[in-house]
């Protein structure tokens, strides 16, 4: 699928095209939507209160003048009241919209989730899992941040500005006029340049991470520095790195001297300005002390929201910009796989053809790894795929399990193409025992179920003795309990491996494709290994890719695959005695090395 850059369009485009896929978001809130709309009454509410502050203390300030008790006495009360329903509407407001956010992004998160894992192959050949994982973890927290508190507390903060501005033009318009001219023109400038200085300061924390890993390189390295003497290079490399943070750090100090200055001089001077001229008005009798106090206050809102506003609409960039990263994620096209357990598969019996089958990778079109391949394997047989680092061999196994789509020709499983079979049926009947084996951070038993999540425990161990597990898993005190550790780390080789060839087992397949599944093993591991593999291999059809070629030598036939094409093809003997051929020239070469 096509995918366009922001550069490719014009900004006004993008900004709508985002803003569209923010709306999204509000589909996976499902009956949760109402939450939101009540935060939203509510943070209506809470806005409103805030306003009736600073009005009501400027009336309690006039109580003095008019030296009335019961009158200071209820605005008091009525001041307690205003902060109590402003706490009240503001634990509603914040627990609406967490509740809103909370389902909407358990609901999006899965439909991610579930995309993820049904994207084909070439979506994953051209992606960093480390991106994939940051727009699952860090984009959708940045989304979850602003729909919980960014988004209500730019609105809050807009209610202010607004309903501010309004109620000081009700209190002197001549005043507003002087405060609308100064406070949030010195608001906008301290937040700009507070954003300045924070940047500056990243980049001081640049410099020093830098110097960490001048220090980090140097200790883990230290036996090469002493080997070459190079003590002093790594003392002048260091010392060069800290003089440049100092330098900068130092700038950056003066920056700070320079705000503070102005925040001193520029943002209380235009306080100053404000009151001075709001007493000048009270002198005059044009206002009242209360409507001073209430004028300062406003004028206190109204600028900390003008400060705050920018700094919020920031972050709700980030997060369209996030929300945007996500739902292409999400555009991306699907294989045809469903989200639940599938049901009954229809067992296929296990003729394989390749007919003149060609084959470039999505990223490397002008490569054509495969050129022209043809074979068959019958039902039951071994079929060996040998041949020199590169020559396409693992490209057959991705081909067959349908990773990716082939240039040209035809790919049969019992006479049907491939690709008119349901993909979880084709795959369901198949199995991989790859050279590096990926177990999942569980037990034992919970790896060997793999290949049939819902096998009962005597179809568990009965898979594991046929594949020579049984043995070592019994000996561990957790038995089939037994932690594997992240990607089966706590294994050895061969235990990874039997415990595969138990995972395939129990998926009973009718194709068996074995992926160089004994290359990286010592002989004693590859013994027990080969023995497993033969049981495994039993009764069903075997693609076996293979680099060691001790471990064909049995096979039905043997293909031997060269620059994409199939260049010999027979069995081991048949093979050996082809003059100059391929097949018997890297047999000698093993033979000969061993």
Sequence with gaps: MARFKENDLPKSKITATSLNKAKTIFTYAGHHKWKFFIGLIFLLLTGATALAFPKLMGMLVDCVKNKDNDQANQIALGLIVILFL??????????????????????????????????????????????????????????????????????????????????????????????????????????????FIRKYSKKVQDQVAESQVIVEETMQGISIVKAFANEWYEIARYKGKISEVVKLAIKGGKYRGYFASFIIFCLFGAIVAVVWYGVRLSIAGEMSVGQLISFVLYSTFVGASFGGIAELYAQIQKAIGATERVFELLDEKPEKINSDSSQNQEKIKGNVTFKNVAFSYPTRQEIQVLKEVNFSAEYGQKIAIVGPSGAGKSTISSLLLRFYDITSGEITVDGKNIYDYDLENLRGNMSIVPQDVILFGGTIRENIAYGKPDATDEEIIQAAKQANAFNFVDGFPEKFETLVGERGVKLSGGQRQRIAIARALLKNPSILILDEATSSLDSESEKLVQEALEVLMEGRTSIIIAHRLSTIRNADKILVLDNGKISEEGTHQELINLENGIYKNLSNLQFSNS
Excluded: C, H, W
């Excluded at 994207?119 to 899992?129: D, N, W």
């Excluded at 973890?137 to 602003?146: F, K, L, P, V």
């Design 86 to 195: 402003q706490s009240f509407f503001s634990f509603f407001r914040l627990s609406l919209f967490v509740n809103f956010t909370e389902n909407t992004l358990a609901n999006l998160r899965l439909a991610l989730y579930t995309n993820l894992v049904k994207l084909p192959m070439t979506f994953f050949s051209q992606k960093r899992v480390g991106e994939l994982n940051s727009r699952i973890s860090a984009d959708i927290t940045q989304i979850q941040d602003t729909l919980t508190t960014t988004i209500a507390e730019f609105l809050r903060q807009f209610i202010l500005i607004i309903g501010g501005v309004i109620l000081l033009a009700t209190e002197s318009f001549k005043l507003t006029l002087l405060m609308l001219s100064v406070v949030p023109l010195v608001a906008v400038a301290a937040v700009i340049f507070g954003r």
